[in-house]
Structures are given as C-alpha cells and as structure tokens.
C-alpha cells in the first residue's frame, strides 16, 4: 500500500516530504507508525529503521506542586477521569512559538468534548538570573502575545521538568528532553501520546502533529462516524499545514488514512 502511494505521489510530482508524511501515515496502518510509537513484544525485536519508542509512552506522569499559576491551581489528580493535554514550554523557544497557534486551537477543537488542558512554563537555562524565562511577569506579557487560552503554571527553577521529569522520565538522561513537549494522559493520568517539537515545514514534525491530532480525535470524536470525523480534522489542520493537503488526491488519501486509525 505505502509503495503505491509513493508511486502515485511521484507522479503527481509531489514534494518529498510530503511523500514522506503519506507514507508514513499509511506505514501507521499495519503497526510501525511514529502514532502507535510502542515497542513491539521482546520476541519480535525492533524491526530496522523504527523510530524507538519515547520515554514518556506508559509512564504515570509525575505530580506536580506549582505555586504559581495563571489560574487556580490544578492538580494531576483533578485531571484524571477525562483525557488531558500538558504542554511544557518556554517562552524564548522558537518552535514553542510556533506552536501557539495550534496548542490554542487544539484547546478551542477539543475543551467541548471534554479535554482537559494545561500548560507548564519551565525555563531552560534556569540559573542565569537574567534569562527572560525566570520570570514570570514575562511568562504573563507571553501568554497574552499568543493567545494563550488554556492554564499555564510556572515552574520556577525548571525543577519539574529538569528535575522530577529528568530523574523519573529520563533517568537523569536529558539528551532527549526537549521544548516544547506535548503529552495526552489518559483517564488515569498515563502518558499515551508524546510530541516532542513543532515545525510544519519538516516530514517528521508534520507527521507528529498530525498524529497528535488523530490521538485526540480518537479519544474525543466529534461524531460516530470516523469518516466525518475524519474529514473534519483534515479541514481543520489545512490552517496548521496549508501545503499538507494541496492535491485532492493527496487530501483524499490522507482523510481515508485518518478515518481507517479512528475506528
């Protein structure tokens, strides 16, 4: 199937990455897509040239105890009983800028079907007093610079993410921590999605994102039809990945993918 695809892409004279992505998505189909993003049982092995699983898939995550927040403070335990999105963030990060304007809509898309969703300030280079990032009157002037409509707490001294997560996630590995860092628990607060990163100009960003989307849209259909559900989704990340979708081809392909993972 993926073969084909590329085939007919090539004949439309598609860019690669964008063969790229429609053939990533349909490899989702039969188990190796960066969306299930789960190790294969230890019989199996790894198959070669499949992305390892991240860190984050089956773990709880951590609790948190935040004193500062743009709204009331939340705690993990209120979370659980609905799906929720967490976003790690900082304010001087290119990518999370980019991010923005889709975490902002992913929050008005899905807070109606029930999402929960909150976002944590850490900043990176937590000890230079003179780093933006340490402060939260900056974090506040940010928030309203993009948009933000979703609680945000701040973690001072990136002792969560550069600390708990680091130790508990990683091991006290950082080198793949990243900014931004997007995780969907699910009802019982364990990590079932993790995006690390946000470009739209690049195969494998695309494809997370798109992924994200689908994760969502799974946990919180619009409707009991995976084809409309579907085809919505593809129109509405036409304003996130405009050159996605540019052939009807492309953007049929791409609906009937969606809507085969959301059944």
């Known amino acids: 199937m993926t073969a084909y695809v590329v085939r007919f892409a090539l004949s439309y004279k598609m860019e690669k990455w964008k063969i790229a992505v429609i053939a990533a998505l349909l490899v989702s189909l039969v188990g190796f897509g960066w969306y299930s ?24 995550m951590p609790a948190w105890n ?39 809509s992913l929050k008005s898309r899905y807070a109606p079907r029930g ?3 909150l976002g944590i300030q850490s ?6 007093a003179e780093n933006p990032e340490n402060k939260w009157s900056n ?5 309203k610079e993009y948009g933000t409509n979703y609680p945000v707490a701040f973690d001072e001294g990136s002792k969560y993410f ?53 994760g969502l849209e799974k946990a919180l259909p619009g409707s009991k039809s995976p084809a409309e559900n579907a085809a919505s989704l593809v129109k509405w990340l036409k304003a996130f990945i405009p050159d996605l979708v540019g052939d009807a081809n492309v953007e049929k392909a791409l609906t009937d993918d ?3 993972r959301l059944k």
């Open 115 to 117: 999402l929960q969703m």
């Open 162 to 214: 550069q600390g708990t997560i680091k130790t508990v996630i990683f091991k006290g590995n950082s080198d793949e921590m990243r900014w931004p860092t997007t995780l969907l628990l699910d009802k019982t607060g364990r990590i079932s999605i993790a995006h690390t990163g946000f470009k739209t100009d690049d195969a494998q960003n695309i494809t997370k994102t798109i992924d994200l989307a689908v």
């Open 123 to 128: 900043p990176g280079a937590f000890k230079d």
């Open 66 to 104: 935040f004193k500062t927040w743009s709204s009331k403070p939340i705690s993990l335990a209120s979370l659980k009983g609905k799906p929720a999105l967490v976003e790690i963030f900082r304010i001087q990060c290119p990518h999370c800028q980019d991010a923005a304007p889709f975490m902002a």
């Open 258 to 260: 969606i809507a085969q």
């Open 139 to 143: 974090v506040q002037t940010w928030m």
């Open 37 to 60: 993003n789960q190790a294969p049982p230890p019989q199996q092995g790894t198959p070669s040239g499949t992305p390892l699983p991240s860190p984050y898939l089956g773990k709880m």
